[in-house]
């Protein structure tokens, strides 16, 4: 069975630190993976996504992620984080043939000044 | 750029109420969504609709049904509104190639009193 697991329900950086926000999946086939963010009362907004096309992949506001199937890994990092980047982050996951997608339970991110 | 719009982004109802939750994408998407959110249970899959006139239920369906007349808009409708229905409320489409990334609305917030 497909799953996505994020380590760490919070995560608390200063800013203009290294933003590192971690997702695990599980699948017997080459998914499709995504980085979402949400801000508070919105809906979610696409960072990007993993096509198989590249492993590191570049997505909106200086986020990219690095697909890594040994480690069955695809951890988002930033290098420079800003107060505006304080949210929540969904890693998610859909694999072939699939409408729908398989989200983890989320990373609040904290942006201390 | 994909927009998802919602009716209202805050509704208070009372029990027993019938109510209409409205999605309209604008980018001729096949497949279009509703999930509800509730804090610590993550993103939940109520219906998803991969074409006019065809839905599936996902992972909590009861107590919820859908409607999709036109492929812009899909409905989603609690026909006797209780307590534990309160929840932000999010629409969601996406293609049918390619990655189906999603594309989010801003979400309603439904209060049932």
């Known amino acids: 069975a497909q799953s996505v697991t994020q380590l760490g329900s919070h995560v608390s950086v200063s800013e203009g630190a290294l933003v590192l926000l971690r997702c695990n999946y599980s699948?017997?086939?080459?998914?499709?993976l995504f980085w979402y963010v949400q801000y508070p009362n919105q809906g979610l907004q696409l960072l990007l996504k993993?096509?198989?096309?590249?492993?590191l992949v570049k997505g909106i506001n200086g986020f990219e992620a690095e697909f890594k199937k040994s480690e069955t890994s695809f951890h988002l990092t930033k290098p420079s984080a800003h107060m505006s980047d304080a949210a929540e982050y969904f890693c998610?996951?859909?694999?072939?043939?699939?409408?729908?997608?398989?989200f983890g339970s989320g990373t609040r991110l904290l942006v201390r000044p | 750029d994909v927009k998802v719009t919602q009716s209202s982004r805050y509704l208070v109802k009372r029990t027993g109420e019938k109510v209409f939750l409205e999605c309209v994408q604008d980018m001729d998407h096949e497949n279009m969504f509703w999930y509800r959110q509730d804090p610590g249970l993550g993103l939940r899959l109520i219906y998803f609709s991969y074409d006019v006139k065809m839905k599936e239920k996902g992972d909590i369906p009861e107590g919820y049904s859908v409607s999709r007349e036109k492929k812009e808009r899909f409905s989603l409708i609690l026909e006797s509104a209780s307590t534990n229905q309160t929840s932000m409320y999010l629409c969601?489409?996406?293609?049918?190639?390619?990655?189906?990334?999603?594309?989010f609305g801003p979400g309603t917030r439904l209060t049932v009193t």
């Open positions: 993993y096509t198989s096309a590249a492993t």
């Open positions: 998610a996951l859909r694999v072939d043939s699939s409408y729908k997608l398989i």
């Open positions: 699948s017997s086939v080459p998914p499709y």
């Open positions: 969601a489409s996406s293609r049918t190639q390619g990655a189906r990334e999603q594309y």
